[in-house]
């Protein structure tokens, strides 16, 4: 079946370097993927809409500059988060749809960044 | 705006009692309702989406329009099923997103 996969799967950074996160769809092509950030005993919230090909679309509040989503090919998109903070630290998680029901049903492992 | 409130955190029963996880909702359109669940150590995955009506795992939901609900329901819970249950809305649309309530963690004792 599609999967996800999503690397790494933990990362610890010092403050002031960028970190990358990628997300392959695996045995399927995601021309649409989706990075949510978690914070601990919180809801998954949405950072941004990768597109293939084109610039991804960002929710209100997500810096472009800060979160560089990049998404160059059908089977993976990146995330890199720039001159990171500790305030950065949380769980990153990207997902793909089912092209065929519309459904967001493939999500990745996430990646647990902490910035020291 | 929209919204998903899940108002339990927690919910204990024990094996073989009914179980449901509510699940309400704020949007001013048609909606799409899903439920998602997180075993341990697992990664997200869906469970079941309204529009199909289906039943996973024993699990069924119906949408409420009228009291804007979407509980996830099962008549004898397993052990297996303790796990950490996401609701989530998709509005319509080409810009539609999802919006996931903040989880339900079910825990499912002998």
């Known amino acids: 079946g599609a999967v996800v996969s999503q690397h790494p799967s933990r990362v610890i950074c010092k403050s002031g370097t960028s970190v990358k996160i990628e997300c392959r769809s695996l045995d399927f092509q995601a021309t649409t993927m989706f990075w949510y950030r978690q914070f601990p005993k919180q809801s998954l919230m949405l950072m941004a809409t990768s597109n293939e090909g084109s610039k991804a679309t960002y929710e209100q509040g997500v810096e472009k500059d800060k979160f560089l989503i990049n998404h160059a090919s059908l089977t993976l998109s990146t995330l890199t988060v720039t001159s990171a903070h500790p305030e950065d630290s949380s769980f990153y998680i990207c997902s793909a749809r089912d092209q065929g029901t519309g459904t967001e049903a493939f999500f990745g492992q996430g990646t647990r960044l902490t910035v020291v | 705006a929209q919204r998903v409130t899940q108002p339990e955190k927690l919910l204990s029963v024990f094996k073989g009692a009914p179980v449901e996880l509510k699940c309400n909702y704020s949007?001013?359109?048609?909606?799409?309702l899903f439920w998602y669940v997180q075993y341990s150590r697992q990664r997200l995955q869906l469970l079941l989406r309204h529009i199909s009506r289906e039943s996973i795992k024993g699990f069924t939901a119906d949408l409420n329009k009228g009291e804007t609900s979407f509980h996830l329901k099962k008549p004898f819970a397993q052990e297996e099923d303790s796990a950490m249950y996401y609701c989530?809305?998709?509005?319509?649309?080409?810009?539609?997103?999802?919006?996931f309530g903040t989880g339900t963690r079910l825990q499912v004792t002998l």
């Open positions: 989530a809305l998709r509005g319509t649309g080409t810009a539609s997103k999802l919006t």
């Open positions: 949007y001013s359109g048609s909606p799409e």
